[in-house]
T-cell receptor, first 117, second 113 residues
Framework: AQKVTQAQTEISVVEKEDVTLDCVYE???????LFWYKQPPSGELVFLIR??????QNEISGRYSWNFQKSTSSFNFTITASQVVDSAVYFC??????????????FGGGTRVLVKP | DGGITQSPKYLFRKEGQNVTLSCEQN?????MYWYRQDPGQGLRLIYY???????QKGDIAEGYSVSREKKESFPLTVTSAQKNPTAFYLC????????????FGEGSRLTVL
């Protein structure tokens, strides 16, 4: 069975500090996708990134960066120079859609990030 | 604008009543999903549908029912058989390919009194 663990339930930082969100996953599949979604106070989840299991290159998008390490089954997310608008709940997710039809994602429990001015 | 509309945003229900949550999308997506969100537990899949007139149970389908009579609509009924229905419900859609990118609505918060 697939599992995604986000050990940090809540992180509080002061604006401009960096914050790293941990994500550890379990799967028996050799091919899979990993995702990060952001849930602002409005409620809807917003897609941030998708990474397939064959691509271990780190990725940077503006103030966001992701570190995928297959050897440790981790897909960590860092927000650099945090801003108040980054305050949200962040979810890591795993998909096995390569062999099963339908985008069935397994989500972690989420990490609430609070950025104080 | 294209997107997913869920209604109502807030709903109160007495025990023993069925309620139906609406989900409409104008993204022309083939696949639609219902997730339940509880504090600290992330999102759990209730039902999903890859095509009109077809749907599959997710991980926690007991006490719920769905229909997919139109491509743009995927209503969820929370029946009286659902033992702990108070939660935040999120509807999503996707192209139905393997990209995994889901588009979410703003959710419906159901409270059972």
């Amino acid at each position: 069975a697939q599992k995604v663990t986000q050990a940090q339930t809540e992180i509080s930082v002061v604006e401009k500090e960096d914050v790293t969100l941990d994500c550890v996953y379990e799967t028996r599949d050799t091919t899979y996708y990993l995702f990060w979604y952001k849930q602002p106070p409005s409620g809807e989840l917003v897609f941030l990134i998708r990474r397939n299991s064959f691509d271990e290159q780190n990725e940077i998008s503006g103030r966001y960066s992701w570190n995928f390490q297959k050897s440790t089954s981790s897909f960590n997310f860092t927000i650099t120079a945090s801003q108040v608008v980054d305050s949200a709940v962040y979810f890591c997710a795993l998909s096995d859609t390569i062999k099963a039809a339908g985008n069935k994602l397994t989500f972690g429990g989420g990490t609430r990030v609070l950025v104080k001015p | 604008d294209g997107g997913i509309t869920q209604s109502p945003k807030y709903l109160f229900r007495k025990e023993g009543q069925n309620v139906t949550l609406s989900c409409e999308q104008n993204l022309n997506h083939d696949a639609m999903y219902w997730y339940r969100q509880d504090p600290g537990q992330g999102l759990r899949l209730i039902y999903y549908s890859q095509i009109v007139n077809d749907f599959q149970k997710g991980d926690i389908a007991e006490g719920y029912s769905v229909s997919r009579e139109k491509k743009e609509s995927f209503p969820l009924t929370v029946t009286s058989a659902q033992k702990n229905p108070t939660a935040f419900y999120l509807c999503a859609s996707s192209m139905g390919d393997y990209t995994g990118e889901l588009f979410f609505g703003e959710g419906s918060r159901l409270t059972v009194l």
